[in-house]
């Protein structure tokens, strides 16, 4: 890592990395303006598709963080995405989800269902809300044909109060009742990676991904061609990178780690 040059631009996981729930990560803040003021291209790369982009703009905000909402790309504007590039407008779809969801499919054209009937796609996006009535409508539309997509397969959510079931519990639920595997859109699919880069405007050998999921951020992003950057203090912790088969360029515990190691290459 001494001999590394620091990458030119970055893609920023949230969930573990910038935050844990509504408490600030150590660094979080400094290093994002460090980005700011030194013109380095960033985008906030989420597998939680329970926010809009201005949600999680006005989220930051009050964690002392300014950005505007052209910085987020989301599971959910990917999934949608996805699914417009698949089905027309008007497709009847039954989407377990909140607003950053249920907002992206809204703009891409699609009609969300109340129940079940007529549904011709079960989406599942991360909803701490959710109810057995949602799991049985959904089970029944999946039953009945239609197609199960899931935005991201992330099974846990770390939180300031430890790890939460994840959109990924919610997935297996469903999988566990039907039997039918669902189509993953987000990471680490490499579909998402490259529309953020595309977004960035940035190669992938020159764009570092910072995360702390290594099943996600990091394989993901490494079948990308991705610089990897692992921190530790999140989902996956210390003992993640065992399970690589390849080993992240960098390791971290915070961002105020990265932080300074990257100042300390100005010198």
């Given at each position: 890592?001494?001999?590394?040059?620091p990458?030119?631009?970055?893609?920023?996981?949230?969930?573990?990395?910038?935050?844990?729930?509504?408490?600030?990560?150590?660094?979080?803040?400094?290093?994002?303006?460090?980005?700011?003021?030194?013109?380095?291209?960033?985008?906030?790369?989420?597998?939680?598709?329970?926010?809009?982009?201005?949600?999680?703009s006005?989220?930051?905000?009050?964690?002392g963080?300014?950005?505007?909402?052209?910085?987020?790309?989301?599971?959910?504007?990917?999934?949608?995405?996805?699914?417009?590039?698949?089905w027309?407008?008007?497709?009847?779809?039954?989407?377990?989800?909140?607003?950053?969801?249920?907002?992206?499919?809204?703009?891409?054209?699609?009609?969300?269902?109340?129940?079940?009937?007529?549904?011709?796609?079960v989406?599942?996006?991360?909803?701490?809300?959710?109810?057995?009535?949602?799991?049985?409508?959904?089970?029944?539309?999946?039953?009945?044909g239609?197609?199960?997509?899931?935005t991201?397969?992330?099974?846990?959510?770390?939180?300031?109060?430890?790890i939460?079931?994840?959109?990924?519990?919610?997935?297996?639920?469903l999988?566990?009742a039907?039997?039918?595997e669902?189509?993953?859109?987000?990471?680490?699919?490499?579909?998402?990676?490259?529309?953020?880069?595309?977004?960035?405007?940035?190669?992938?050998?020159?764009t570092?991904?910072?995360?702390?999921?290594?099943?996600?951020?990091?394989?993901?992003?490494?079948?990308?061609?991705?610089?990897?950057?692992?921190?530790?203090?999140?989902?996956?912790?210390?003992?993640?990178?065992?399970?690589?088969?390849?080993?992240?360029?960098?390791?971290?515990?915070?961002?105020?780690?990265?932080?300074?190691?990257?100042?300390?290459?100005?010198?």
């Open positions: 890592m001494k001999n590394r040059r990458p030119s631009a970055y893609l920023i996981d949230m969930d573990g990395v910038i935050y844990l729930g509504n408490k600030l990560q150590p660094g979080a803040a400094d290093f994002v303006e460090y980005l700011k003021s030194r013109r380095i291209p960033f985008l906030f790369l989420t597998n939680n598709a329970s926010l809009t982009p201005a949600g999680y006005e989220k930051l905000r009050k964690l963080i300014s950005v505007g909402s052209d910085r987020f790309y989301t599971s959910a504007m990917a999934t949608a995405e996805y699914m417009s590039e698949h027309p407008k008007g497709t009847r779809v039954y989407a377990i989800g909140i607003d950053g969801l249920r907002e992206a499919l809204r703009e891409k054209g699609f009609h969300l269902l109340r129940s079940h009937k007529g549904a011709e796609i989406v599942v996006g991360f909803d701490p809300k959710i109810t057995y009535a949602r799991l049985r409508e959904a089970t029944l539309a999946i039953a009945n239609a197609t199960f997509i899931g991201n397969p992330d099974v846990s959510l770390p939180t300031e109060h430890g939460y079931p994840g959109n990924g519990a919610i997935i297996a639920a999988q566990a039907t039997g039918v669902p189509i993953i859109i987000g990471k680490p699919s490499p579909t998402i990676f490259l529309e953020a880069l595309k977004r960035l405007g940035t190669r992938p050998e020159e570092a991904m910072i995360g702390d999921r290594v099943e996600t951020d990091i394989a993901g992003a490494q079948k990308v061609g991705l610089i990897t950057i692992f921190l530790t203090s999140g989902a996956s912790g210390e003992e993640g990178v065992a399970r690589l088969t390849t080993p992240p360029d960098m390791t971290f515990r915070h961002l105020k780690d990265l932080l300074q190691w990257l100042r300390e290459k100005e010198n």
